[in-house]
Structure formats: structure tokens, C-alpha cells
């Protein structure tokens, strides 16, 4: 199957029922309600959403990862897909996603295809509910990271997701819980990505099954 083959592929799994808190639960590195019940809490939610780019790299179908600059904050440092939180002059989540893609990146709302959506999650350090889009672009895109958001960009071909499991656990210290967790993770590039990422990740992984990308030709 071509790279490109794919996208049709790929949009029409994401168009059947997800997977959702099934896949989301193997990776959750720690009990937390669902987004549903985090959407009905006072005070409600602050609503982020985030683009899992797909993209060619020479012969492989790739994603990017972002990796945020060490700050004092609850997300220093971690690996994340690029996005944000939606403000008040974005019309609805996905403008809100692509428009962070764009402010992060550097990758036009032009040149990106949404294929569809994986399920909302939430993340209760920062009291987010994140809504993963899933992007094509035609080519490799030009990335120009913004430094203030983005410290190192991480290109990863898909394959490697679905021919390899993730590592079962690593300690993760979260300030604002004040405590170290044990979490599942995916490795990248020798960096553990973890945590709702993680989660959105291996949902697209079930929802895509194996044998759409193992072996990719």
C-alpha cells in the first residue's frame, strides 16, 4: 500500500465508533474521571485541542511530536502533538487546533486535511479537556517551531507504533500532585511520552489496527 493510499483508509476507520476510554485506560498512568464527567465539574474544564499530523518523509507515512520548553509548570518538558487552548476568537475546537498548529509550528490551516477525530480526554493536573484531531498534509512540511512553545521538534515514522509495545513504565514526578507516578509510555527518541499523548496515541493505534500499517509499503 502506498503512503498515500492511506489517507483514505485512515479517514474512514475514524469515521466508525472509536475505541475511546478502552484504549485510553491501557495507557492512563493514573485514575482520572472521564472527559465527560470533567466537562460537568465546577468550575468546568478549560477546552484545548491538538492535531496529530500525518505527513511523508521520503518512503514513510510520519507524525510529529512536540517537545515543550522546561518551565514552571505542569507540562515542562513533556512530549505532546502541537495545539492549545481554544480562546475566545476561535469559532470551535478544530480552528482552535489549527490555528495553535500554525502559531507553534509554523504549518498553515491551508495545507492541513482533517481526516476526523479521536476521543476527548482529560487532563486533571491543568484541568484541560483536550480534543485530538487527526491532520493530513500532501508533503513534508516546512516546520518553523516557535521557540517560546516548542524546544525540539520529533518526527517518527508510524510504523514503528504498531510494530513495537510500549514500555511498561517509567517514574514521573507531577508537581502540582506533589508525588511520583508509575506510567506506561511510548519511547521517542529516547524520551518517555506519557500521559494524555500517550493515551490519544494508543487510541489511534486500536482504532487503526495493526494490519493497516505493518508492514508499510
Known sequence: MSIYAHKSEIKARLSLP????????????????????????????????VVMLLFPLGDQLCTLFIRRPEYDGVHSGQISFPGG????????????????????????????????SLSEVYIPPSHFVVQPFVGWVDQTPEFIPDPREVSELLIEPLDRFFTSEPVQSTRIYIPSFK???????????????????????????VAMQPELFSPLA
Open 179 to 205: 508525588s511520583t507516578i508509575s506510567a506506561p509510555y511510548f519511547d521517542v527518541q529516547g524520551k518517555p511520552l506519557w500521559g494524555a499523548t500517550a493515551m490519544i496515541l494508543h487510541e489511534f493505534r
Open 18 to 49: 472509536l475505541p475511546g476510554e478502552s484504549a485510553h485506560r491501557q495507557m492512563m498512568s493514573y485514575r482520572r474521571v472521564t472527559a465527560l464527567d470533567a466537562r460537568m465539574s465546577n468550575p468546568p474544564p478549560r477546552l484545548s485541542a
Open 85 to 116: 487552548k481554544k480562546e475566545e476568537e476561535d469559532p470551535d475546537l478544530q480552528h482552535a487546533a489549527l490555528r495553535e498548529v500554525y502559531e507553534e509550528v509554523g504549518v498553515e490551516h491551508t495545507q492541513v486535511e482533517i481526516l476526523g
